[in-house]
């Protein structure tokens, strides 16, 4: 590759973290996601969240209802359960049999739609060996939700008191540490020793790549910058797009894009969550073209996700031509309106 190509092609990419709700809003966001990636990983966060396997086979009949409305059939919803207290390993092994990607962990009250969430891991003890035995990936919101730990702080504390000893007691557990944003998730992902193949694996977003806690602030407060884990300091950053464009495998895309309607994020207690969707695949090429690492994308964007998970790679192709895509200010969500990342600028590169 050029050292600095203005167009790259490149396996077509998968999203393996995506929020896209339900409803009118699912209607509005989906064709996004579904232009750019052959698949994505469906959070589970709504309301009420989905936790069993019938409750996921009706929301992804949904959502390919919503597809063949949209003409996009190509894109295939890989879809996840929200692990509970009360998740049994029968549910496991139901959700094995019926082709359910992932389970969720969140942290009760860790972020948008999370009270529902697990309260204590010794709860899920038989889940959880049900999900090793049968290779079922654990997908974690790696914070601790504790009100006395820095929100700056709180995945750090996460992987010493929740995640560490979660893997030491399921050494074989597939798991997922989702949009990690500290140097700390970065160098444990990247060093952690495993039982197996693909037992960690870590998701990062595009927010996360190319701003850090200070486009919360400029100029005043930034609603639409905030996102749960929230945007950490400079050396953050650095780690990240250390971690996402060194080739390693246990890194790869997932955007956590988290539609909100405007009102909902420019109010006096806003919601956590960027629309990165609009244009993603733009975002990752504009951070992996900042350190020179254009070369480094196609591995993160489009192979390791589908080798952890086991699933095959695509085929088909996709190209990025280095072109300035504008931004709408608005974009329409239901009965409102959402504001995606970057609103009113652009993004260097776009998809042909
Ligand atoms: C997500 C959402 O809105 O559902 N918000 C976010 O800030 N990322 C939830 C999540 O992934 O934490
Ligand atoms: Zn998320």
Same mark, same amino acid.
């Given at each position: 590759?050029?050292?600095? &190509? ?21 209607? @509005? ?107 079922? &990936? ?14 700056? @702080? ?51 977003? &595009? ?14 407060? /930034? ?9 950490? /300091? ?15 495998? /246990? ?102």
């Amino acid at each position: 590759m050029a050292t600095n &190509p203005t167009q790259i092609e490149l396996i077509q990419p998968d999203d393996w973290h995506l929020h896209i709700r339900d409803g009118e809003v699912m209607k @509005d966001v989906l064709a996004d996601t579904a232009r750019q990636f052959a698949r994505a990983i469906i959070m589970p966060n709504l309301k009420p969240p989905v936790t069993t396997v019938d409750l996921a086979n009706a929301y992804r009949a949904r959502i390919e209802g919503q597809l063949k409305a949209l003409g996009m059939n190509s894109f295939t919803p890989l879809m996840t359960l929200y692990l509970t207290d009360n998740t049994s390993a029968d549910e496991v092994r139901k959700a094995k049999a019926e082709g359910i990607a992932a389970f969720k962990l969140y942290p009760a009250g860790a972020t948008t739609n999370s009270d529902a969430g697990v309260s204590d891991l010794k709860h899920c003890h038989a889940a959880l060996e049900a999900m090793q035995a049968v290779g079922m &990936p654990l997908l974690v919101h790696g914070e601790v939700t504790s009100s006395e730990i820095d929100i700056f @702080d709180r995945e750090a504390v996460f992987i010493d008191q929740v995640l560490e000893p979660l893997r030491k007691n399921f050494p074989e557990l597939k798991i997922v540490f989702e949009h990690i944003t500290t140097l700390q998730a970065a160098h444990y992902v990247r060093d952690a020793a495993t039982a197996g193949k693909n037992t960690i694996g870590a998701t990062i977003t &595009p927010q996360h790549l190319l701003m850090n806690r200070n486009a919360i602030f400029a100029g005043g407060i /930034r609603p639409h910058n905030y996102c749960l884990p929230v945007l950490k /300091r400079e050396e953050h950053r650095i780690a990240l797009l250390e971690a996402a464009t060194s080739g390693s495998s /246990r890194f790869f895309l997932g955007t956590d894009s988290a539609p909100h309607a405007k009102g909902a994020k420019e109010t006096a207690c806003g919601c956590a969550g960027c629309y990165s969707a609009f244009n993603a695949l733009g975002l990752y090429a504009e951070a992996f073209e900042s350190v020179g690492k254009l070369d480094k994308l196609e591995g993160f964007a489009s192979f390791f996700g589908p080798d952890f998970y086991a699933l095959p790679r695509n085929t088909k192709k996709i190209t990025l031509v280095k072109q300035a895509q504008s931004i709408p200010n608005e974009l329409p969500l239901g009965d409102a309106t959402i504001v995606p990342l970057r609103a009113g600028e652009t993004i260097a590169w776009s998809l042909v």
